[in-house]
C-alpha cells in the first residue's frame, strides 16, 4: 500500500512565536488617583534633580553639598550624617528597610510602589506628559502613529518631541554625576569642556537609558525586564488591596439601555479603563501580571459612572475576601482590616527594628575611632637588653571637621612601653575629616610575664587631647616562652 503523499502546493500555517509590539497611547483622564500620581511625580522629579544643589556647612575643610556620594574619598555624606567604608552596615540596613518597606506596601496595597513611585514609572508618565503636550490626546497620537507618510507635519512633531526626550534624558544624566562630586563646580567643568571623560561618559549613558526606556520601551521594561511581577505574588494574600473589576455588577456588560427591564450590568463597554491604561491591559479581564495598580483606569470609571447616573467602584481597590462577601450581598471590610493584620503587621515590626538599630548605631558611634593590626613578621622582636617588642599599625580616624591632636597609650597586666613611629612623644595630630596610620612599638621589660609567656592580653587605646574622648581595641602581645 502507497503511503499518502500531501501535495507541495497545500502548506500547514506557521505559528508565529512572535508579535511586534504595538505601542500603548494612555488617554487623559482625571480624578484623585491621577492627582496623587501627578504629586508623587512631581515630588521625586524636585528631590531628584534639586537635592544635590543643596547646601550644608560642615566646617572650612568639609565639602558643603547636602548629599553627597564622595566614591574618591570613600565618604557618604547626607546632610550632618557622614558615613565611613567601615559604617557600610548603615548603607546595608538602609537597604534592608527599603526592601522590607517593599514587603509591607506590597502586602497591603499590591504593586502600589510600580504604579506610583518605581522611576520607571515617573520617567514614562513625564516622557507621556509631553508627548500628549505636542502630539496631542490619545486620538491625535494613534492617527500620527497610523500614518505612514511621513510628511512635514508627521517629523516636526516626532523631532520635537525626540528633542525634549533628549534635553530630559541629558538632565537625568546630569543630575545623577552630581550626586558623586560638588555639583556647582562639575557643572562649570562640563559647560567649558574640562570635566573628567569618565562624567560625560556617564551622562551620556544615562541619558540613552532614560530617553530608551521612558520613550520606547515603557511598559516592556515593567513586564519583561523587571523581576517584581514575578515576585509579587509570594507577597500578596486574599486579603491584600489590589485594583479589580467588580464583574458581578459589570456583567452582562452593553450598551447603555434604558429599559427597565434589561438585566444589563452597570458595565457599558466604553473601553475607557483599557483606553486610559499605560499598561495597555483590559482590567475586566481579572488580574495580570502586567497591571502596575496605578487606579488610572478606577478614575476613568469613576467618571463613566458618573455620566451615566450609576454608583462609583465598578472598578476599585479590593480585596478576594471582598468579593466573596459582596457577591452575598455583604458590606465589605473595613480599609483598616485589610491593612492592619498579622503580615503587614510582622513587616512594619521588621522594618521598624532595623531602623530603631540604625538610629542607635548613629547616635552611639564616638567621633575618635580606631583599628589595631598586628604585624607578624616577625610575630616579636628580641631587644639587645633582653625585652620584647611587638610592632602594631594603627589607624585613626578623626571624624571631626577639624585636626585634632590624639594620645595613644597601652595597658596590660604588665608595664608595657609604647612608642611611635616619627614621633618624640605618644601624641599625633590627625588631619580633618581623616584617618592616619600610625606604627606603633610595644615593649614588655626582660623577665616580665608579657615576655616569658606565648601571648597576652593588650589594650590599646586612644584618647582625644582636647575632648577627653576616647576608644580602644583589645589585642594580643607576643613574647618569647620559655
Not at 113 to 136: K, M, N, S
Not at 152 to 161: A, E, W
Not at 291 to 298: P, S
Request: hydrophobic share 45%; with cysteine.
Amino acid at each position: 500500500m502507497q503511503p499518502h503523499c500531501r501535495s507541495d502546493s497545500v502548506s500547514e500555517p506557521q505559528l508565529e512565536l512572535y508579535a511586534a509590539r504595538e505601542p500603548v497611547f494612555p488617554k487623559k483622564v482625571y480624578g484623585k488617583f491621577r492627582n496623587l500620581k501627578w504629586a508623587i511625580l512631581s515630588f521625586a522629579l524636585a528631590v531628584y534633580y534639586l537635592v544635590p544643589w543643596i547646601r550644608w556647612d560642615r566646617g572650612p575643610s568639609l565639602p558643603d553639598q547636602a548629599v553627597l556620594l564622595d566614591l574618591a574619598n570613600r565618604r557618604f555624606y547626607f546632610f550632618w550624617i557622614e558615613i565611613w567604608p567601615h559604617e557600610f552596615y548603615f548603607v546595608a540596613g538602609l537597604l534592608v528597610m527599603a526592601g522590607l518597606g517593599l514587603f509591607l506596601f506590597t502586602s497591603a496595597l499590591g504593586r502600589v510602589w510600580c504604579g506610583y513611585a518605581c522611576p520607571q514609572t515617573v520617567w514614562t508618565d513625564l516622557f507621556i506628559l509631553v508627548e500628549r503636550w505636542i502630539e496631542g490626546d490619545r486620538n491625535a497620537r494613534l492617527r500620527l502613529h497610523r500614518q505612514k507618510k511621513w510628511d512635514l507635519h508627521k517629523l516636526r512633531l516626532r523631532l520635537t518631541k525626540w528633542v525634549v526626550w533628549a534635553l530630559i534624558g541629558l538632565a537625568t544624566g546630569g543630575a545623577w554625576v552630581f550626586y558623586f562630586t560638588d555639583a556647582p563646580t562639575l557643572l562649570n567643568d562640563l559647560l567649558h569642556g574640562t570635566a573628567h571623560p569618565v562624567a560625560y561618559s556617564t551622562i551620556f549613558i544615562m541619558a540613552a537609558i532614560t530617553f530608551g526606556f521612558g520613550g520606547f520601551a515603557r511598559e516592556q521594561i515593567c513586564i519583561y525586564a523587571c523581576p517584581w511581577p514575578r515576585i509579587q505574588a509570594a507577597m500578596i494574600d486574599e486579603d491584600t488591596l489590589i485594583v479589580g473589576y467588580r464583574e458581578w455588577r459589570g456583567e452582562p456588560r452593553g450598551k447603555l439601555s434604558r429599559d427597565a427591564n434589561d438585566e444589563q450590568g452597570d458595565c457599558i463597554d466604553c473601553m475607557a479603563c483599557v483606553n486610559v491604561c499605560p499598561m495597555g491591559i483590559d482590567i475586566r479581564d481579572g488580574q495580570q501580571l502586567a497591571c502596575i495598580t496605578c487606579a488610572l483606569c478606577i478614575d476613568a470609571c469613576d467618571e463613566t459612572m458618573d455620566r451615566i447616573g450609576k454608583p462609583r467602584g465598578l472598578i476599585d481597590y479590593m480585596a478576594l475576601t471582598d468579593e466573596s462577601r459582596e457577591r452575598e450581598g455583604k458590606a465589605p471590610k473595613p480599609v483598616w482590616q485589610h491593612v492592619f493584620r498579622p503580615r503587614t503587621i510582622m513587616y512594619t515590626t521588621l522594618w521598624s527594628l532595623v531602623g530603631v538599630l540604625l538610629l542607635v548605631a548613629l547616635f552611639m558611634r564616638a567621633d575618635v575611632d580606631m583599628t589595631v593590626a598586628p604585624v607578624r613578621k616577625p610575630t616579636f622582636v628580641t631587644l639587645s637588653d633582653g625585652s620584647i617588642r611587638n610592632v602594631y599599625e594603627v589607624r585613626l580616624r578623626n571624624k571631626h571637621g577639624e585636626a585634632r591632636s590624639f594620645q595613644l597609650g597601652v595597658e596590660g597586666e604588665t608595664a608595657f612601653k609604647l612608642t611611635l613611629e616619627g614621633a618624640e612623644a605618644d601624641v599625633i595630630v590627625v588631619p580633618a575629616d581623616s584617618t592616619k596610620l600610625v606604627r606603633t612599638y610595644v615593649v614588655a621589660p626582660k623577665g616580665s610575664e608579657a615576655a616569658a609567656s606565648e601571648r597576652v592580653d593588650l589594650l590599646i587605646w586612644v584618647q582625644d587631647t582636647g575632648t577627653g574622648e576616647r576608644a580602644e581595641k583589645a589585642t594580643i602581645f607576643n613574647g618569647r616562652a620559655n
